[in-house]
């Protein structure tokens, strides 16, 4: 007789952005007398076995490529939705070359490192990163275009209302996303992201890690998610002015409602709560965006993306040779801590590439080479509450106290 085992069928499903796809093995049902799950494995017993079988799920994770594709769409995409997908598509690989020059036309003499790399569950992505070159510390900037299936809790981690669908979801995500963080304490740290997702209806499971249908009912979902904010160490008011003033004219573009709001909702959005503080000076942001013309958010967010260059590149080249004291470079350090702690505990793009099997490497690029935790470090750099009035103390302040740049 064939052992249990033998017996197993695969299906496989994909899972999400930036990752691979799950394959799960089906049992029929005589076979099998007790199941049992664990995060990591599928013990099975059988009637005709006195032990158990533990299998494990096996994550077919990206592959990497030699070459850029065109697109990273399939070609089955229908017509209802094929024309934003690839429209959002061009505009962030644009987006991604645009921004990559200006960086290295800035650093005279860093390169980007290129990977290119593609899903079994569909679609894939261009990550580049350049390292230690001479203003940026760390600079990378990322496009992936995926599909794939979410849990309920990555669902909530996608979208802002908090509220799960009753099982897997299915997905499509493009986006750009990019940190830029320079050497020198005097120069900001650069973060934009520009996103589409599209959701379809819910799965729910008939037998064991088996088959999923249709949730009957739920229609396909989108919306348009992102923003651009400005994170330095020391404030220099002409720079955040020149920043928020690209952001609202960006804005006013399209609605002049938008700035405010989005403002407000960029400095709600980087805020510590465990510190009581923001991560830095703000800019926009925006989530679930989808009760406008799709096509004029997609101009929106196409408006936004190639903004960028113009919000931040005049203020790296003011700050970029500023001589600064090994004082200054600690509170940069420390500064970059509360950017690790941001990113890592409440930022909802991290956490969703972490709960779906995510590209790593693409998740974390956004943390600094160098940062700092020093345990009372107030009583070593006199930094933790910096003496009022000091250049250390008005950056803190700002970023306890939201200001009204323009």
């Not at 070609?75 to 934003?84: F, I, K, L, Q, W």
């Not at 037998?207 to 160490?233: E, H, S």
């Not at 690209?246 to 804005?251: F, G, L, Y």
């Not at 500023?322 to 600690?330: E, G, L, R, V």
């Amino acid at each position: 007789r064939a052992s249990p085992a033998a017996m197993l069928t695969a299906t496989t499903f994909p899972t999400t952005n930036c990752g691979g796809s799950v394959r799960c093995w089906s049992i029929p049902d005589s076979s099998i007398t007790s199941l049992t799950t664990t995060p990591s494995s599928l013990t099975i017993r059988s009637r005709r076995a006195s032990r158990s079988h533990p299998v494990r799920a096996m994550i077919e994770k990206e592959r990497a490529e030699t070459q850029r594709p065109d697109t990273f769409l399939r070609e089955t995409d229908d017509n209802s939705s094929g024309d934003v997908r690839a429209s959002f598509e061009k505009m962030i690989r644009e987006a991604q070359d645009s921004v990559c020059s200006a960086i290295e036309a800035v650093d005279g003499g860093g390169k980007f490192k290129e990977d290119v790399w593609s899903r079994p569950g569909g679609g894939g992505g261009i990550s580049r990163v350049l390292q230690d070159g001479a203003v940026w510390e760390k600079a990378g900037v990322n496009v992936s275009v995926v599909y794939g299936v979410m849990p309920p809790e990555a669902y909530r981690a996608a979208t802002a209302n908090g509220n799960a669908k009753p099982g897997p979801v299915p997905f499509f995500a493009a986006g750009i996303s990019s940190v830029l963080h320079p050497k020198n304490p005097f120069a900001p740290t650069l973060h934009f992201n520009y996103r589409y997702f599209e959701t379809d209806a819910a799965k729910v499971m008939v037998t064991p890690c088996q088959y999923y249908t249709d949730a009957p009912g739920a229609p396909r979902d989108w919306w348009f998610g992102g923003g651009t904010d400005l994170t330095p160490a020391y404030i220099f008011e002409e720079d955040v002015k020149h920043f928020h003033s690209v952001q609202k004219s960006a804005c006013d573009k399209f609605d002049p409602s938008f700035y405010p709001r989005f403002k407000k909702w960029c400095d709600d959005y980087f805020y510590i709560k465990h510190r009581d503080e923001r991560r830095g000076l703000g800019g926009i942001f925006f989530d679930d965006l989808n009760d406008y013309d799709q096509q004029m958010l997609l101009s929106f967010a196409t408006e936004c993306a190639g903004s960028v260059v113009a919000a931040y590149i005049p203020i790296i080249e003011r700050r970029k040779d500023t001589p600064f004291t090994d004082q200054h470079k600690a509170w940069q350090q420390l500064r970059r801590g509360r950017y690790v702690e941001f990113n890592l505990v409440y930022d909802r793009g991290t956490t969703f590439g972490l709960k779906t099997g995510g590209r790593i490497e693409s998740i974390l690029v956004s943390l600094p080479l160098t940062a700092r935790w020093e345990y009372d470090h107030h009583d070593a750099l006199g930094m933790q509450q910096p003496e009022e009035g000091s250049e250390e103390w008005k950056l803190l302040d700002a970023c306890i106290n939201p200001k009204e740049w323009v």
